[in-house]
């Protein structure tokens, strides 16, 4: 695979192929499960879910084509990603004093660390890595939801993410590697590290959701910000996303896999 994306059109054509093989059944079940749940609440809140499931559709295969498309794309959708971001998370931040303890200023490194990193992996891995990379965390994210909706009774982190359960992580991380090794060649053709590689972008992307909620803790607010429909603000989304990013692109990197 040539390195920073530079993909004959044919290796295109079938990693979008590969791209609808994963999403479509994955959404497919995802609705079966969020259908199943949904018996259980009133039909206002069932009509909520499927909005939301909706438009985060929309949004995986967003993502996902400019992850396809090349370095350029990525690099305009990851920008894109980081200065909403950085928008929300100054007026999350501003909304409480955190200066006495220095707080704030470690939220802002921390975020600036992220970001720094991510866009300066984005030419030095291939548009199949990044689709990898976004695809499994977009996997964990949806199904760690429903099933943890559907039969989580364990809490996770409860003073961090109380709608967050240990039958959720566990549900979303076997779709996550199940995914991993189904579309390894997009990464590893060897299943061993293609599995490793899946549960540690599942681990680090749920790292960086815990970590943005607990920014939101602090802060005193339930999401960034509105304007992803049902899903909150940009770091509501994309924090699992960047986090991965910023902690699995280098591995991948230095391990000579672009």
């Known amino acids: 695979m040539p390195a920073g994306g530079a993909f004959v059109p044919e290796a295109r054509s079938i990693?979008?192929?590969?791209?609808?093989?994963?999403?479509?059944?994955?959404?497919a079940v995802g609705a079966l499960l969020m259908a199943l749940n949904n018996r259980r609440t009133s039909p206002q809140i069932a009509r909520e879910q499927w909005k939301k499931l909706g438009v985060y559709f929309l949004i995986v295969h967003v993502a996902l084509a400019c992850a396809a498309a090349g370095p350029i794309s990525m690099f305009v959708f990851v920008v894109?990603?980081?200065?909403?971001?950085?928008?929300?998370?100054?007026?999350?931040?501003?909304?409480?004093?955190?200066?006495?303890?220095?707080?704030?200023?470690l939220i802002w490194v921390a975020y600036t660390v992220v970001a720094a990193?991510?866009?300066?992996?984005?030419?030095?891995?291939?548009?199949?890595?990044?689709?990898?990379?976004?695809?499994?965390?977009?996997?964990?994210?949806g199904f760690s939801q429903v099933v943890g909706q559907l039969v989580g009774r364990r809490l996770l982190a409860p003073s961090?993410?109380?709608?967050?359960?240990?039958?959720?992580?566990?549900?979303?991380?076997?779709?996550?590697?199940?995914?991993g090794i189904v579309f390894r060649d997009l990464v590893w053709p060897d299943p061993l590290p293609a599995l490793l590689l899946a549960v540690a972008i599942s681990v680090a992307g749920l790292g960086g959701d815990l970590a943005a909620s607990m920014v939101k803790r602090l802060c005193g607010i339930k999401d960034?910000?509105?304007?992803?429909?049902?899903?909150?603000?940009v770091l509501d989304r994309f924090d699992s996303f960047l986090a991965a990013s910023a902690i699995i692109g280098p591995i991948i990197y230095f391990t000579g896999v672009t």
């Not at 990193?117 to 994210?141: E, Q, R």
């Not at 959720?168 to 590697?177: D, H, M, N, R």
Request: glycine letters at 12%; zero cysteines.
């Open 224 to 233: 960034f910000g509105n304007a992803l429909p049902g899903q909150g603000g």
């Open 117 to 141: 990193t991510t866009v300066l992996m984005i030419p030095m891995l291939s548009s199949g890595i990044w689709v990898y990379i976004y695809l499994l965390v977009a996997v964990f994210d």
């Open 80 to 105: 894109l990603i980081i200065t909403l971001g950085a928008s929300e998370l100054r007026r999350a931040s501003e909304r409480v004093d955190m200066r006495p303890h220095g707080i704030r200023l």
């Open 160 to 179: 961090i993410s109380p709608g967050k359960t240990v039958e959720g992580a566990v549900g979303g991380l076997l779709a996550a590697v199940t995914v």
């Open 15 to 27: 990693m979008i192929t590969q791209i609808f093989m994963a999403t479509l059944p994955g959404f």
